[in-house]
């Protein structure tokens, strides 16, 4: 089985992928700061926790040692934190990355699995007109967190052009799970789970019409799981649902779930959003052959459940 190394592995996606690699059999070295009294991933045998620091290069060499993969799933901003200072994510993001390729060269690693986003890399429109993206569209991103994204891609191109360092990165649309706080300024399905729950005013940005590609983290993690040893025919796969939600229909699934009734108030939808985007995954399930399982109203019954604390 692989040696491989999960960075971020507190995080949502990246502690969900752990406790895949483990039950597939994978020797795991779990890499994150572990600021919490505990780990995120469920997984207490076949972990190697190491608690370090992304901005420390000693750290990242340390943590390379005899590894074959690496899951780059660190980020040091939201799309938000990015927007507000788009600086920041070239000098850590940005930069760190380049860095950590660098020393992956040295390590001798076989491939780098990097989480892209869906959706905000491919910009305002869609070759198909009808907010669909496949991999072929065009990535003219208007948003710093997906030009950053957009960014370490190509910088992974360079590094398999130029060192033959293998990778593949998954352009994910939007993500959710129970392992995701709801107390943060990302992830509208459990930050309006936890005001709705509470009786508290939830923010709506334009109408509530925007649609959005929503995936259960746990699915995402299958995917990833599945294929990051494979050969595989390209270096770059949409990963989502598939299936177009509006932000008005999470709301309402929401409401049905709770029982509660959401207090709305509404905000001019900023220039950087796009009104609508679907993740093409044909790409994917057609070389790898797995798909989604979650439906959105049961990921909700999942998140809720954990948050009140009837599992």
Known sequence: MSKCLVLGANGLIGSYVVDKLVVEGHDVRAFDRFSSDRANYEA????????????????????????????????????ITAENDPTIDIETNI????????????????????????????????????????????TLPVSPYAIGKLTVENYLRYFFTKYDLDYISFRISNPYGSRQSHRSKQGVVPIFLDRIHNDQQ?????????????????????????????EHKNNVYNIGSGTGTTVKEIIDCIEEVTGKKPNIHYEPQPATFVD?????????????HIKPSTNLHDGVIAIYQKMTGNV
Do not use: W
């Open 44 to 79: 207490t045998e076949g972990v190697e926790q190491f608690t370090g620091d992304f901005l420390n290069s000693d750290d990242l060499k340390r943590a390379l040692d005899g590894i074959e993969y690496v899951f780059h799933f660190i980020s040091t901003t939201t799309p």
């Open 276 to 288: 609508k985007v679907i993740l093409d995954t044909s790409r994917y399930t057609d070389e790898f």
């Open 202 to 230: 939830i923010t709506v940005y334009g109408d509530g019409s925007m649609v959005r590609d929503y995936i259960y983290v746990k699915d995402v993690a299958d995917m990833i799981v599945e294929a990051f040893d494979k």
């Open 95 to 138: 930069r760190m990355s380049v860095e950590l390729f660098l020393l992956c060269v040295d390590a001798k690693v076989q491939r780098i699995i990097y989480p892209s986003t869906g959706g905000a890399i491919y910009g305002l429109t869609s070759v198909s007109g009808n907010g669909v993206h496949s991999e072929n569209d065009p």
